[in-house]
């Protein structure tokens, strides 16, 4: 697999990994909303669980390295889970293309 596969690859991966965060917090708001509705006790609750167990769970089975599957959820502030990670520490595997920032250095 070279490189623009991955890094095709691993552009599904955030889309779908974006998708399950979007997913959990609408679970999340529909659990408020029921709550403020006054249809179900305790809703926030189970709905914030039930957030709670759908992103770490889809979490843990889509965000990996188109290469070697390794999970980029870690404990470490540079885990991936909040800005993806450039490259995958296990294989060394390019994730994402570097482009050229316009406006640093740039010249009048």
Do not use: H, T
Not at 18 to 38: N, T, Y
Not at 39 to 50: D, G, I, K
Not at 59 to 74: G, T
Request: with cysteine.
């Amino acid at each position: 697999m070279n490189d623009q596969q991955i890094i095709a690859q691993f552009k599904v991966v955030k889309r779908k990994y974006l998708l399950i965060k979007l997913c959990s917090l609408a679970l999340v708001i529909l659990g408020l909303a029921i709550q403020a509705l006054e249809l179900m006790e305790s809703a926030w609750f189970y709905f914030s669980v039930l957030a709670f167990l759908v992103f770490n769970l889809g979490a843990l089975n889509i965000y990996k390295c188109p290469k070697c599957s390794n999970p980029f959820l870690s404990s470490e502030p540079e885990g991936g889970f909040i800005d993806p990670p450039k490259n995958c520490k296990e294989c060394g595997a390019k994730l994402e293309e570097s482009a050229p920032n316009n406006f640093i250095n740039k010249e009048k």
